[in-house]
């Protein structure tokens, strides 16, 4: 299988790792840089814990071949606290609520609450369950998630809790 270097930025810092043409995104994350707070949960693309920002958006990396994120800037579950250890907004608010059990599902969870509450500063429980169609729960019903995303987002500058 053909090796290629891949050089992209994860969480502010500039790495460059040697892949396989078929290496996915979540591995180059996973294996090659150690960051397993990106999880994998499926074969299928329907679980999204996986998920994580390119250029700001939230993709499922399980879906994604590394070398499609040359030049990307990426941001997995370990780059969104502050530098400190200071949780983020959502991720205290994750906390506060309860809004995790086993916590599989939690790191796909937080960085698509993100990209939501980046485009909807006050996200209704309406846009908030239909958001989060794409990241699958097997503990907590989901009522706490929502609860959390409502108070994570106030926390960020919105106006609901
Ligand atoms: S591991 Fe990517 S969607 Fe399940
Ligand atoms: S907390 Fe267990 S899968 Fe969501």
């Known amino acids: 299988m053909a090796q290629m270097n891949v050089s ?9 790792c040697e892949v396989e043409s078929r290496t996915l995104l979540v ?6 840089l150690s960051l397993t707070g990106t999880h994998v949960g499926c074969d299928t693309s329907q679980c999204g814990a996986c998920v ?6 939230s993709v499922k990396a399980c879906t994604m071949l590394a070398f499609e994120a040359a030049g990307a800037d990426v941001t997995t579950i370990e780059g969104v606290a502050a ?8 991720q205290a608010a994750f906390r ?5 059990q086993c916590g599989f599902c939690t790191p796909g969870m937080i960085m698509s ?5 980046a485009n909807d500063p006050s996200p209704s429980e309406d846009n908030i369950r239909h958001w989060l169609e ?8 989901y009522h706490n998630i929502v609860r959390a995303i409502r108070t994570g987002a106030a926390a960020m500058g919105g106006s609901q809790a």
């Open 8 to 16: 992209l930025q994860v969480n502010g810092n500039a790495v460059t």
């Open 27 to 32: 591995e180059l994350l996973r294996e090659h």
């Open 52 to 57: 994580v920002h390119v250029n700001g958006k």
């Open 83 to 90: 530098a400190d250890g200071e949780l983020h907004p959502m």
């Open 96 to 100: 506060e609520h309860h809004a995790l």
């Open 113 to 117: 609450a993100l990209d939501l509450v």
């Open 134 to 141: 794409g990241n699958l729960c097997r503990c907590t019903g």
